[in-house]
């Protein structure tokens, strides 16, 4: 039976904590470890750009919206003459009923390819957390098959800081990141904007890819 609860699970206040490193406001979770929990909860896709843990929190913070988020679908024969449809993204159950939901802000959309019925969409959210008054900057795929699951946490901010420029510095941090770990070349369209518009997401681009710009430099001189 699911449980209505204020705002958080007891579960999820470990795991929420653990990845901001800090108390859970809700103790009544015992002596649980967020890895156990994390594991429980089906969270399987430990990397060197993303985590278990990463995946689990994005769960939490995008669980009112995971239906709008990024969905590859296709068609195969169902051995029948017809056909049945294959959808990438898992909608997970709720874990409860709850008084005080979360609202995702949309910061932008990206397309890692850009062509079509080749595309690789990511739409990075900000989310409020009460309580553990903090933002929480996540980004979505529409399949798992790059890292495991389709959502992740990439970093937190307090609500002292700039919101627009604070998530922008964190979504270019990851983007560097995944040019360091796998040399991820830059994207190639952006197909929506939020809080954070093209000009400044071609700017974070171009900062970003400097360095891998005059590699290439170098190289050709």
């Not at 204020?6 to 809700?26: G, M, N, Q, S, Y």
């Not at 990206?110 to 969409?121: A, T």
């Not at 980004?139 to 998530?167: H, I, K, M, N, Q």
Request: overall charge negative; proline content about 4%; hydrophobic content about 40%.
């Amino acid at each position: 039976m699911t449980k209505q609860v204020d705002l958080f699970t007891p579960e999820e206040h470990i795991v929420l904590a653990d990845w901001l490193r800090v108390k859970p406001i809700d103790q009544s979770g015992g002596d649980h470890y967020a890895e156990d929990i994390v594991c429980r909860w089906g969270f399987d896709c430990d990397g060197n750009v993303y985590s278990s843990i990463d995946a689990a929190v994005a769960s939490i913070v995008l669980e009112r919206v995971q239906k709008r988020l990024p969905q590859w679908a296709g068609t195969r024969p169902d051995g029948h003459g017809g056909h049945e449809v294959l959808l990438s993204r898992h909608i997970r159950a709720r874990r409860s009923k709850r008084v005080i939901e979360l609202t995702p802000q949309h910061l932008l959309s990206i397309d890692w390819g850009g062509s079509p019925g080749y595309g690789w969409p990511i739409v990075y959210n900000a989310t409020w957390v009460p309580l553990y008054e903090r933002y929480i900057v996540t980004a979505s795929a529409d399949c798992s098959d790059a890292y495991g699951a389709c959502d992740f946490a990439l970093g937190s901010f307090r609500s002292s800081e700039p919101t627009v420029a604070t998530a922008a510095e964190i979504i270019q941090g990851n983007w560097e990141i995944q040019l360091l770990e796998h040399g991820q070349l830059r994207w190639e369209c952006m197909f929506g904007d939020g809080l954070i518009t093209k000009t400044q997401a071609t700017a974070m681009a171009d900062r970003a890819w400097a360095e891998k710009i005059e590699e290439d430099l170098d190289d050709d001189g």
